[in-house]
């Protein structure tokens, strides 16, 4: 099992620019989550899934949107990218029952110039 | 979602025992609580859950009084490579919800 991937490990991008970042998993967990994380801080909840084809938003949603459309994918998308979206982004995944371990990529570590 | 509280930063020392404690003092009834462990560049990966009481495995142990407003996290002589942060959670174990929060995480180091 390769667990969670993330695509791609890097990025570059200029100001108004639109990406997708894409987050696998292999374990058919329902629950899909994208984190960001700035230098020094913690983790922030972007957007979440608790299963195919349905999405919420987190803590900072704005700028961001998500989409489930097969159950072992879960797409981040920056319209129009800024600055302040500098950042490393981190996908995971959990089961539905079971508790709260979370199974997290190796993250996408975003530059916006 | 309970909000959790945790020390900025710790110090330590090889071979001792390192205690972190988290406060939550809104956590719901459903609500368990989790520790993950964060290295440079990588992603959090899961510790250790609990409900109440005492939880034990194989790198650490949870400590949840009755009133289940806070929890430790202890891990025992900790070596050069628990250097890392630590996060605290708490959520519904159920996950009907399903959205989970971290807090700021406390950064513990570990000296020679």
């Known amino acids: 099992n390769a667990g969670v991937t993330q695509t791609p490990k890097f990025r570059v991008l200029k100001t108004g620019q639109s990406m997708t970042l894409l987050c696998a998993q292999d374990?058919?967990?329902?629950?899909m989550y994208w984190y960001r994380q700035d230098p020094g801080m913690g983790l922030r909840l972007i957007h979440y899934?608790?299963?195919?084809?349905?999405?919420a938003k987190g803590e900072v949603p704005d700028g961001y949107n998500v989409s489930r459309l097969k159950k072992q994918n879960f797409l981040l998308g920056l319209e129009s990218a800024a600055p302040s979206q500098t950042s490393v982004y981190f996908c995971?995944?959990?089961?539905?029952?079971?508790?709260?371990?979370?199974?997290f990529g190796p993250g996408t570590r975003l530059t916006v110039t | 979602l309970a909000k959790t509280t945790q020390p900025i930063s710790m110090d330590s020392y090889e071979g001792q025992e390192v205690n972190i404690t988290c406060s939550h003092n809104?956590?719901?009834?459903?609500?368990?609580i989790t520790w993950y462990q964060q290295f440079p560049s990588q992603g959090p990966r899961f510790i250790i859950q609990?409900?109440?009481t005492k939880v034990t495995n194989e790198v650490a142990s949870l400590f949840i009084p009755a009133d289940r407003k806070s929890s430790t996290l202890s891990l025992p002589r900790v070596s050069l490579s628990d250097t890392a942060v630590y996060y605290c959670?708490?959520?519904?174990?159920?996950?009907?919800?399903?959205?989970?929060?971290f807090g700021q995480g406390t950064t513990l180091q570990v000296k020679p």
């Open positions: 995971a995944s959990r089961r539905l029952a079971g508790g709260q371990e979370q199974y």
């Open positions: 899934s608790v299963g195919e084809g349905t999405t």
């Open positions: 809104n956590i719901a009834t459903n609500d368990y």
């Open positions: 374990m058919n967990h329902e629950y």
């Open positions: 959670l708490v959520g519904d174990r159920g996950g009907n919800t399903g959205k989970l929060i």
């Open positions: 609990g409900y109440k």
